[in-house]
């Protein structure tokens, strides 16, 4: 009885495991991505930024 006690509880505790490696996984690319985004978002402003100034210049 013990040791079926004991092996339910070590298998509970290994798919626990998994599972949060699993969402920390997908809680670092999700991150990753969300911060490629904002770095893309980031240099099409700086661009945008940089022609307008370069316009305004121009007149």
Known sequence: MGLQWLYSG???????????????????????????RRRKDEQMTNERRTMNQQKTNLN
């Open 10 to 36: 070590s298998t509970t505790n290994n798919e626990r495991t998994k599972d949060e490696q699993k969402t920390n996984k997908r809680r670092t690319k999700a991150e990753q991505m969300t911060n490629e």
